[in-house]
């Protein structure tokens, strides 16, 4: 089974920027899509970023121009890179392999 950690979440002001970072345990992580969605308050969770087992990207409407995923399949890690954060954006981000695990889970808290 596969396991995901989650990490890099944190306080940031409107503006600021951070990396998370999403590391896979078990399996074989190089064949998976590996995707980033989001969680906030009160809100259903929704899709913000895919990247393939090929590398290929897609990014949801609202984090477009501002969010950029990656993978590194050496380390077995898949890479949210958030800049020009908004308090819009505040929400525990999950990563997510193919269509059957998910991570626990990090806070991303914007605010001044």
């Known amino acids: 089974q596969v396991q995901l950690v989650e990490s890099g979440g944190g306080l940031v002001p409107p503006g600021g920027s951070l990396r998370l970072s999403c590391t896979a345990s078990g399996g074989i992580f190089s064949t998976y899509n590996m995707y980033w969605y989001r969680q906030a308050p009160g809100k259903e969770r929704e899709w913000v970023a895919l990247?393939?087992?090929?590398?290929?990207?897609n990014m949801a409407g609202s984090v477009a121009g501002r969010f950029t995923i990656s993978r590194d399949n050496a380390k077995n890690t898949v890479y949210l890179q958030m800049n020009n954060l908004k308090s819009e954006d505040t929400a525990v981000y999950y990563c997510?392999?193919?269509?059957?695990?998910w991570g626990q889970g990090t806070q991303v808290t914007v605010s001044a």
């Open positions: 997510r392999a193919d269509n059957t695990f």
């Open positions: 990247i393939t087992n090929r590398g290929g990207r």
